[in-house]
RNA sequence: GGGGAGAUACUCAAGCGGCCAACGAGGACAGACUGUAAAUCUGUUGGUGUACACCUUCACAGGUUCGAAUCCUGUUCUCCCCA
């Protein structure tokens, strides 16, 4: 049985707006609707998630998605919510980018599956031979300058506080990108477009253009900006984006991102991001309210998405690793594990090496700390020694601890840690 | 082109010529508490030595002074108003 698109939608908390007659249009027949994705890095983070998720809720719908990689509208830069003109990107950068965004998109979607296969097309195809006097007579003729300066995108950048005015190149994405759905739609017989909900705008115009140029119908529809409770920017850390490519990422780092999910955070999440049911995710709650800190829903998301994204393979390497790191392990416990393990479970953090003579000769702590590059000052050292922050293989030291060849691990590892979460490896040679 | 305001550490933002490594807020990091959370409390937040010390910093380059982030001159950049 074919789910109800719009009805799954909702009830995961990630319908915001579409236009009037879209259900309708989408309970008649098999449609084809595309998202765009902006192939500024050769890796899709988590915020891009979302727009896959919408997708493949929309091929499991019984539609036909497609993903529009926006190599031309790459080069100009979407004005929306941004205060400040955007770097260019060069041709080349774009088509790698986009070849490795496409792998990454395969992971989710069926691309082989009849009617119903997603696409990838790149608007870079019909805008390459597009010429500009072409453009502007075909399409700029169609739209008024009253018309764009009224959307919300442009609006902020040209008035408002923080206004920094914006190029005219950025001024014609609304136009360009409009153009990508009436093409579709001309060509493809594409009927919807969705996104963010900071893409209104834009896709609306998109359907204008196709309702003056052809007097055609086409739908839009949004899905809402993901917030996270402390109001920063979702899909962010301080260590910067979390993205889908494990060689960005690590899927260590990805399974720790998803389970440090606030509690009200988590309840969005594990609806959008995974293909859990309603009934599933009740009783999950259910259990999850019983016992807070067990966390039962972060655990089943990380779990969840991170075999999605990555295998399940890594899920297990990056369990085994959060036991190694959170759990109540010990020196000991270090001691035991094969030196695989230990070179698998601490293979994304930072590494720095230290010469056998002088370890064997007894390091002051202060210099194993600083030496390997692990805090950057000796002064900084002292202050986290004396915060009592700073473990050696699991277990706290102390201002005089002198490391020697005891200290290592396998002979030749010693393991720096401040904090809770910040690790450091010193290979000792 | 004319007039005005400004440039201080990650960000914002104080700063009578000496008591300024520089108030405060945010952020970040750590400790306690916890659930690898949230909230809260505490501490740290230029470098070297750690004791009061020393060194490098307040857009850049000079100057005045026993002494300058603080005064003067020039340079660069930013913003605002008028044409």
């Not at 236009?19 to 449609?31: F, H, I, N, R, V």
């Not at 007097?215 to 409770?229: D, E, R, S, V, Y």
Request: hydrophobic share 35%; aromatic share 10%.
């Amino acid at each position: 049985m074919k789910k109800n698109f719009i009805e799954e939608l909702k009830w995961r908390r990630m319908l915001q707006d579409s236009m009037p007659g879209t259900e309708e249009q989408l309970a008649k027949e098999l449609t084809k609707g595309y998202i765009g994705f902006d192939p500024t890095a050769d890796s899709l983070g988590v915020g891009n998630l979302v727009q896959v998720m919408t997708l493949l809720h929309f091929q499991q719908a019984g539609h036909a998605p497609i993903a529009l990689i926006g190599g031309a509208t790459g080069m100009i830069g979407d004005p929306s919510g941004k205060s400040q003109e955007r770097n260019l990107l060069d041709e080349e950068l774009l088509l790698h980018n986009q070849a490795c965004q496409k792998k990454q998109l395969e992971r989710f979607l069926d691309f082989n599956c009849g009617s119903q296969s997603a696409t990838i097309v790149n608007n870079y195809d019909w805008f390459k031979n597009f010429g500009f006097l072409d453009f502007i007579r075909d399409v700029g003729k169609r739209l008024t300058v009253n018309y764009m300066m009224a959307k919300d995108s442009v609006k902020n950048r040209i008035s408002g506080d923080d206004r920094e005015g914006m190029s005219f190149t950025e001024f014609t994405y609304q136009l360009i990108q409009g153009y990508d759905f009436y093409f579709l739609w001309k060509n493809h017989g594409v009927m919807l477009q969705m996104g963010g909900s900071d893409q209104w705008g834009n896709i609306t115009t998109g359907t204008e253009l196709i309702r003056r140029m052809d007097g055609g119908t086409a739908f839009a529809l949004t899905t809402p900006l993901i917030k996270k409770a402390d109001g920063t920017k979702f899909g962010k850390t301080e260590g910067g984006n979390i993205w889908l490519d494990p060689k960005r990422t690590s899927p260590y780092k990805f399974y720790q991102f998803w389970l440090n999910a606030s509690d009200s955070d988590v309840e969005n999440y594990i609806r959008i991001f995974t293909l859990k049911n309603q009934e599933e995710i009740d009783a999950l709650e259910a259990e999850h309210r019983l016992d807070p800190g067990r966390r039962i829903l972060q655990k089943s998301l990380a779990e969840d998405i991170t075999v999605r994204v990555h295998s399940a393979d890594d899920l297990r390497a990056a369990q085994a690793a959060s036991e190694i790191l959170f759990g109540k392990s010990t020196e000991e416990d270090l001691k035991n594990i094969s030196e695989v393990d230990f070179l698998d479970i601490f293979e994304g953090v930072p590494k720095g090496v230290l010469s056998k003579s002088e370890f064997e000769a007894g390091l002051p702590i202060i210099e194993a700390l600083v030496k390997p590059g692990f805090l950057p000052s000796n002064g900084e050292a002292r202050r986290a020694l004396q915060e009592n922050s700073i473990s050696i293989n699991k277990a706290k030291v102390t201002l005089d601890t002198t490391l020697n060849v005891e200290h290592l691990l396998k002979g030749k590892y010693v393991l720096l840690q401040r904090g809770k979460k910040n690790y450091f490896v010193v290979t000792v040679e």
